[in-house]
Structures are given as structure tokens and as C-alpha cells.
């Protein structure tokens, strides 16, 4: 854990609200000073989240789970990637009526981190015989690269970590109001066609400044990408900061910055600000963009307290100018935006690498693994002398440094342990949050109901030979960790009225969501049609009546046929029921 401090910038005079703003405080360090407007910023001011590890290790782990501070349990095991998990057998109609205790379980959720996505047989090894010793052989890929464990012991955490932290692992502000995992591109240093490998830059920021005390206290979660590749295989616009690859015509190969992107109830896509960042430059310019956030982020309201909200307030031009002024103390040169992508960013399939080896990307259901298949895909890389793996933002896995002659082995080998190289359309591209299986603020079950829906869609669909893959997206409640949004078909979480008129699990529906891609120029969210619902059972007949009408319905463009984002967005209200 790195303990330095933030280093210094020039810092100008503090910048005024605008006149449009309430007169209330917003709780901005900056503007209206540092005492705390709501009991959760108390909290941070009272004790550092971080300092929580040493009681996690000195008492709570010794004396159990009667024995932890509720401020901990409820706030700072977060800043060390720990969550309550649901308990058991309490139905989505009474999340919103519960109290957080009367929710939880006495097990947590364990949140790994892996920046960059990057994985050594050996790391992947460690997190199988964690999960199987100590979290039932839970493991789940999630869509920011990490892997969670469920059923952990608070008794288990500190041999956890030093499982861990023995193999550069660790849960270090993996959750929290804290700098989150760093998305990265799966493919960084090894593909043909990468623009510029953004490693160095994502293991320096991670070495200088996770754990860094001064910037342990955000407003709210704070999540970061960069990539190099051509294909933008980071949803770099659905992040607090982004930094894309791009050809500066006089500089050569950088980053496009990119600011204020989040999705959850009130979405909102981030920002260009027109600057070019040297790959040197990288690690300094993510840290003035997380000090800004933090003295000028909001924090009277948590629900407004993403940099998203302070940038539709200030604008790129004025963010752009208190970054360089106050924080930075240069300005940055322009520079140009990126090409639109070329190619699908989820990398699954079998591609050749710049050395003439290849790497194998799968999809499982849903990023739903195990211990026991870790443990066997460790095993399986190194058979065919591969020391290396990624985990993508798409819940998919890689194998890299793949022999010619050992890729049909590695292919079968990943689908006997549940993940495929040459996966349907809806197995390629479904995605799920973690639901109420485990998640407190779940209303409905996701995994699960994914699983089944997606072999429902191989059956029903099967006869459609030519469809190409249409995102589905299920998310549990409304906070779209699963990125409804911009997904194709989005479902969200709630309490809808069967044909007889009672409630059940269902979901909203959202269509025609989606980000940068090789067929769609601009980002976009979703739309949604007024009373457009289904329940869990009737997800898998909606989807085919719907893509079935898409199919018949879509347009012959010069270049390639209509893609089913512009024909839900075109199409009549009647045509997406």
C-alpha cells in the first residue's frame, strides 16, 4: 500500500459557485470547507476507511462478527473491498422496507482487484484455492474486471489477504468512496494493431497513489480506464476519468481525455476535453483530475456526489480550465478524437498476437465462474506454456501467449470448465449483476435468470443463422452496475403485474443503449417505452418477439444492415412490445 502524499500543485484562488446553483452548501472542500453535511461524510472525517484494516486484523478477526463498530461494518469494510452479503430467503418486495441489518448476512463479499485486467497463472491459481477453501467455490467475473467471492468469514479475512498480497493481489479500496479498479485493456501489449500499451501508466498510477491516505476520501466511487487499442474495449464513456489511444499529429501516439461518465439512476455519459496526454504525463493528469474531484466534487447529497454531476455544471471547457489552472499548473495541448472503433471490444474468439502467438478469449455465463475452474484454467494455460490471462469489462476471460498448435486445446480445454471460445450471439454478449442471490440492494434475480434465458435464446433463435450479437443486460435494481443503459436490450429490476395482476419479480425494459463500436459511431443511451415490463419468466419469450420483429423489420443500409439500436430507436412503440 502506497502511503505517500498527493504532491503539490499551484493552486489558484477558490473557484466561486455559479449563480445557478442553490445557495445551500454542496459540501465542495473547496468552496464551502471540510465539515461534513451527512453521516456518511462524517464518518470518513472521524476515521480514514483505511485505517479499518488493522481492527479487521487485531479484533474483529478474533473475536467475530458480533464484535465489529457498525460505522466499520457499514462503511469502512468497503475501502477494503468487504461487503455484507443478502441473507437467504428475503424476497425483492421487502429490500426497500429492510433496514441494512435485517438484510445482511453474517458473510461478506470479498472484492479482488485486478487492475488492467491482468492476471498471472499463478495470481489466478491463489484466487481458486481462496475460493474454494474459504468462499464455498464462489467466483464471479464482474464487468470492471475484478472477481468476487461470496461466503466469506470475517475469522478468514487476514489469511485472505495474505494469500493475496503474497502474489501482488490485493482488496485495496476495491469498493469505497475511493479510486476503484483501473480498467484496462485486455489486449495491452499484445495486440497487432494496439495504438499504444497503456500498462506502465495503469501500474504506476496503481503503485503511487491505491491506498494513498490523501486520496482515500472522494466524494463518491471514482472509476478510471485506459486503453490503447483501436477497438476503445474499456467503456472508457461510462467513467469518472478515461484516457483513450490516439495519434496526435505532431506529438505521436497518446491519450484522449475523457471526463464525467456514470451510469446508475440518473446516467450520463462523459466528456472529451479536447486535451492530448503523453503517456509519461498520464499518471500526473489522473491525479489533478481525482484531486479536482475531490475539492470540488459535491457532498451534501450522496446521489449527486459523481464527478458526472459537477461537470454538467461546470462544462468541459470550465473543468478543462480549473484542471490545468489549479491542479496541473500547465495547460495540456489539444489534440484530436480518437477514431471510431474497428472492431467488437469483448475480444472473445481466437486472435493472433504481434508475436505471432495467439490468445483465446471465452465467454462464461455471465462471468459466473468457480474455484475449481480457476484452478483448472491455471492449470490449462501453463500445459501450453502460458503464464498469462485477462479478465475484460465484458465478464469475459483470456488466455495470451497461446502456441499455434495448442489452440484447439485451449479452446475445448475452456469450454469443459464452462467457458466458451465460440459462443452464441446471446452467450457472447449477456451480461448480469450479481442480484438477489447476494446483493442487498437487489430486487430481482439476475445470474440465474440469465443463465436460463440465454439457453432459451439458443433454442428459440437458433434458425436466425446471420444475427449478430444484441447486448442483453439484466440488473437487479435500478443502480445499472450491469449497464442497462447502454445496452441493446436493458433490463432493469423491479416489481411488475403478471397477466393476473400480481406483483413479481420483472424487469424495465431499455432498448437501443449502446457505446462506441465498429457499428455505431456515437454513444447513446437507451430508450424506454412507457409500461414496457416483463416479468423474469417471460424474459426469453419477449426478447425473441422482439429481435424476431427487429429481424423482419430492419432497413438494408449501403454498407451493412440496420443494426437493432437504430431500429429500436426508430421503431414504433407497437413494433417493441
Given at each position: 500500500?502506497?502511503?505517500?502524499?498527493?504532491?503539490?500543485t499551484?493552486?489558484?484562488?477558490?473557484?466561486?459557485?455559479?449563480?445557478h446553483?442553490?445557495s445551500?452548501?454542496?459540501?465542495?472542500?473547496?468552496?464551502?470547507?471540510?465539515?461534513?453535511?451527512?453521516?456518511?461524510?462524517?464518518?470518513?472525517?472521524?476515521?480514514?476507511?483505511?485505517?479499518?484494516?488493522?481492527?479487521?486484523?487485531?479484533?474483529?478477526?478474533?473475536?467475530?462478527?458480533?464484535s465489529?463498530?457498525?460505522?466499520?461494518?457499514?462503511?469502512?469494510?468497503?475501502?477494503?473491498?468487504?461487503?455484507?452479503?443478502?441473507?437467504?430467503?428475503?424476497?425483492?418486495?421487502?429490500?426497500?422496507?429492510?433496514?441494512?441489518?435485517?438484510?445482511?448476512?453474517?458473510?461478506?463479499?470479498?472484492?479482488?482487484?485486478?487492475?488492467?485486467?491482468?492476471?498471472?497463472?499463478?495470481?489466478?491459481?491463489?484466487?481458486?484455492?481462496?475460493?474454494?477453501?474459504?468462499?464455498?467455490?464462489?467466483?464471479?467475473?464482474?464487468?470492471?474486471?475484478?472477481?468476487?467471492?461470496?461466503?466469506?468469514?470475517?475469522?478468514?479475512?487476514?489469511?485472505?489477504?495474505?494469500?493475496?498480497?503474497?502474489?501482488?493481489?490485493?482488496?485495496?479500496?476495491?469498493?469505497?468512496?475511493?479510486?476503484?479498479?483501473?480498467?484496462?485493456?485486455?489486449?495491452?501489449?499484445?495486440?497487432?494493431?494496439e495504438?499504444?500499451?497503456?500498462?506502465?501508466?495503469?501500474?504506476?498510477?496503481?503503485?503511487?497513489?491505491?491506498?494513498?491516505?490523501?486520496?482515500s476520501?472522494?466524494?463518491?466511487?471514482?472509476?478510471?480506464?485506459?486503453?490503447?487499442?483501436?477497438?476503445?474495449?474499456?467503456?472508457?464513456?461510462?467513467?469518472?476519468?478515461?484516457?483513450?489511444?490516439?495519434?496526435?499529429?505532431?506529438l505521436?501516439?497518446?491519450?484522449?481525455?475523457?471526463?464525467?461518465?456514470?451510469?446508475?439512476?440518473?446516467?450520463?455519459?462523459?466528456?472529451?476535453?479536447?486535451?492530448?496526454?503523453?503517456?509519461?504525463?498520464?499518471?500526473e493528469?489522473?491525479?489533478?483530475?481525482?484531486?479536482?474531484?475531490?475539492?470540488?466534487?459535491?457532498?451534501?447529497?450522496?446521489?449527486?456526489?459523481?464527478?458526472?454531476?459537477?461537470?454538467?455544471?461546470?462544462?468541459?471547457?470550465?473543468?478543462?480550465?480549473?484542471?490545468?489552472?489549479?491542479?496541473?499548473?500547465?495547460?495540456?495541448?489539444?489534440?484530436?478524437?480518437?477514431?471510431?472503433?474497428?472492431?467488437?471490444?469483448?475480444?472473445?474468439?481466437?486472435?493472433?498476437?504481434?508475436?505471432?502467438?495467439?490468445?483465446?478469449?471465452?465467454?462464461?455465463?455471465?462471468?459466473?465462474?468457480?474455484?475449481?475452474?480457476?484452478?483448472?484454467?491455471?492449470?490449462?494455460?501453463?500445459?501450453v506454456?502460458?503464464?498469462?490471462?485477462?479478465?475484460?469489462?465484458?465478464?469475459?476471460?483470456?488466455?495470451?501467449?497461446?502456441?499455434?498448435?495448442?489452440?484447439?486445446?485451449?479452446?475445448?480445454?475452456?469450454?469443459?470448465?464452462?467457458?466458451?471460445?465460440?459462443?452464441?450471439?446471446?452467450?457472447?454478449?449477456?451480461?448480469?449483476?450479481?442480484?438477489?442471490?447476494?446483493?442487498?440492494?437487489?430486487?430481482?434475480?439476475?445470474?440465474?435468470?440469465?443463465?436460463?434465458?440465454v439457453?432459451?435464446?439458443?433454442?428459440?433463435?437458433?434458425?436466425?443463422?446471420?444475427?449478430?450479437?444484441?447486448?442483453?443486460?439484466?440488473?437487479?435494481?435500478?443502480?445499472?452496475?450491469?449497464?442497462?443503459?447502454?445496452?441493446?436490450i436493458g433490463?432493469?429490476?423491479?416489481?411488475?403485474?403478471?397477466?393476473?395482476?400480481?406483483?413479481?419479480?420483472?424487469?424495465?425494459?431499455?432498448?437501443?443503449?449502446g457505446?462506441?463500436?465498429?457499428?455505431?459511431?456515437?454513444?447513446?443511451?437507451?430508450?424506454?417505452?412507457?409500461?414496457l415490463?416483463?416479468?423474469?419468466?417471460?424474459?426469453?419469450?419477449?426478447v425473441?418477439?422482439?429481435?424476431?420483429?427487429?429481424?423482419?423489420?430492419?432497413?438494408?443500409?449501403?454498407?451493412?444492415p440496420?443494426?437493432?439500436?437504430?431500429?429500436?430507436?426508430?421503431?414504433?412503440?407497437?413494433?417493441?412490445?
Open positions: 500500500m502506497s502511503t505517500s502524499s498527493p504532491t503539490s499551484v493552486r489558484a484562488p477558490r473557484t466561486a459557485r455559479p449563480a446553483q442553490s445551500k452548501p454542496n459540501g465542495q472542500w473547496a468552496v464551502d470547507g471540510r465539515e461534513p453535511l451527512n453521516g456518511n461524510e462524517a464518518m470518513k472525517a472521524q476515521d480514514n476507511g483505511l485505517n479499518v484494516r488493522e481492527r479487521i486484523e487485531q479484533v474483529y478477526a478474533q473475536q467475530g462478527f458480533d465489529i463498530a457498525d460505522d466499520d461494518l457499514h462503511g469502512r469494510f468497503r475501502w477494503w473491498g468487504l461487503y455484507t452479503q443478502r441473507k437467504p430467503g428475503i424476497d425483492g418486495g421487502r429490500t426497500a422496507t429492510l433496514e441494512p441489518q435485517e438484510l445482511e448476512d453474517r458473510y461478506f463479499m470479498l472484492r479482488v482487484r485486478v487492475d488492467g485486467g491482468a492476471l498471472t497463472t499463478e495470481q489466478l491459481r491463489t484466487v481458486g484455492r481462496i475460493s474454494t477453501e474459504f468462499a464455498r467455490g464462489t467466483a464471479d467475473i464482474t464487468d470492471r474486471h475484478n472477481i468476487q467471492l461470496h461466503w466469506v468469514q470475517i475469522e478468514d479475512v487476514p489469511e485472505i489477504w495474505r494469500r493475496l498480497e503474497a502474489v501482488g493481489l490485493s482488496t485495496t479500496e476495491a469498493c469505497g468512496d475511493v479510486p476503484r479498479v483501473i480498467l484496462g485493456s485486455p489486449v495491452a501489449g499484445i495486440a497487432a494493431d495504438i499504444i500499451d497503456p500498462t506502465w501508466a495503469i501500474n504506476e498510477i496503481a503503485r503511487r497513489y491505491i491506498g494513498d491516505p490523501g486520496l476520501n472522494l466524494p463518491r466511487k471514482y472509476k478510471t480506464a485506459l486503453t490503447g487499442h483501436p477497438s476503445q474495449d474499456v467503456v472508457h464513456e461510462i467513467n469518472d476519468v478515461a484516457f483513450v489511444g490516439v495519434v496526435h499529429p505532431e505521436g501516439p497518446g491519450f484522449d481525455l475523457w471526463v464525467g461518465g456514470g451510469l446508475s439512476v440518473a446516467p450520463r455519459l462523459g466528456e472529451r476535453l479536447g486535451a492530448f496526454v503523453s503517456e509519461e504525463r498520464v499518471p493528469v489522473w491525479l489533478a483530475v481525482t484531486r479536482l474531484f475531490r475539492d470540488y466534487g459535491y457532498r451534501r447529497l450522496r446521489n449527486r456526489a459523481r464527478l458526472k454531476f459537477l461537470l454538467a455544471d461546470w462544462g468541459a471547457e470550465r473543468f478543462r480550465q480549473v484542471l490545468q489552472d489549479e491542479f496541473l499548473g500547465y495547460a495540456l495541448p489539444d489534440g484530436p478524437p480518437a477514431p471510431p472503433p474497428t472492431r467488437s471490444g469483448d475480444h472473445v474468439g481466437v486472435h493472433e498476437q504481434k508475436d505471432g502467438r495467439f490468445y483465446v478469449g471465452a465467454a462464461p455465463y455471465v462471468g459466473r465462474v468457480s474455484g475449481p475452474s480457476l484452478l483448472a484454467i491455471a492449470d490449462l494455460a501453463e500445459s506454456g502460458s503464464t498469462r490471462l485477462r479478465l475484460t469489462p465484458y465478464q469475459k476471460l483470456l488466455v495470451l501467449d497461446v502456441p499455434a498448435e495448442h489452440v484447439g486445446t485451449v479452446v475445448d480445454g475452456l469450454r469443459a470448465n464452462g467457458l466458451e471460445a465460440e459462443p452464441s450471439p446471446f452467450r457472447r454478449s449477456t451480461i448480469a449483476c450479481t442480484g438477489i442471490e447476494f446483493c442487498k440492494l437487489a430486487i430481482v434475480e439476475t445470474k440465474a435468470a440469465a443463465v436460463r434465458v439457453d432459451s435464446l439458443e433454442e428459440r433463435l437458433g434458425d436466425l443463422d446471420a444475427l449478430t450479437p444484441i447486448a442483453l443486460h439484466i440488473n437487479g435494481c435500478p443502480n445499472s452496475c450491469a449497464r442497462i443503459q447502454t445496452a441493446d433490463l432493469k429490476g423491479q416489481l411488475v403485474q403478471d397477466e393476473e395482476g400480481r406483483q413479481v419479480p420483472g424487469y424495465q425494459v431499455h432498448l437501443g443503449g457505446l462506441a463500436s465498429a457499428d455505431r459511431e456515437e454513444p447513446g443511451l437507451g430508450r424506454t417505452v412507457r409500461g415490463k416483463v416479468t423474469v419468466d417471460g424474459v426469453a419469450e419477449y425473441e418477439r422482439v429481435v424476431r420483429r427487429y429481424v423482419a423489420d430492419r432497413a438494408d443500409g449501403p454498407d451493412r440496420e443494426t437493432f439500436a437504430e431500429w429500436a430507436h426508430r421503431a414504433d412503440e407497437e413494433a417493441l412490445q
